[in-house]
């Protein structure tokens, strides 16, 4: 059974930077693609960044792209997102899951993931 345990959500100013981890146990995690999604309040969950199972291909939401960055460490089956310049926008309740196969789509959507963390809050004040 897929266990993945974020943490790293916080609070923080506009303008600030969090990392938020993934710890994955229970399966290969190498051979996944991983990705991290977002829910705020009243909103759909929404893909913010995935990564393909060698890191190789990353896929970044618009929103996001120039200031958030997707990494992994196999070794340590680990994904982190590196979260800098956030925006009260950037409220949410953050995900990571683990994909279906080793590679990600074009865009990826939540359908292509098929195990989930319990979330870890980010709220960014202005």
């Known amino acids: 059974q897929v266990q993945l345990v974020e943490s790293g959500g916080g609070l923080v100013q506009a303008g600030g930077s969090l990392r938020l981890s993934c710890a994955v146990s229970g399966r290969t995690f190498s051979r996944a693609a991983m990705g991290w999604f977002r829910q705020a309040p009243g909103k759909e969950r929404e893909t913010v960044a995935a990564?393909?199972?060698?890191?190789?291909?990353?896929y970044y939401t618009d929103s996001v792209k120039g200031r958030f960055t997707i990494s992994r460490d196999n070794a340590k089956n680990t994904v982190y997102l590196q979260m800098n310049s956030l925006k009260p926008e950037d409220t949410a309740v953050y995900y990571c899951a683990v994909a279906k196969g080793p590679f990600i789509a074009t865009i990826p959507q939540t359908a292509d993931f098929g195990s989930w963390g319990q979330g870890t809050q980010v709220t960014v004040s202005s």
């Open positions: 990564i393909s199972w060698s890191g190789g291909t990353t």
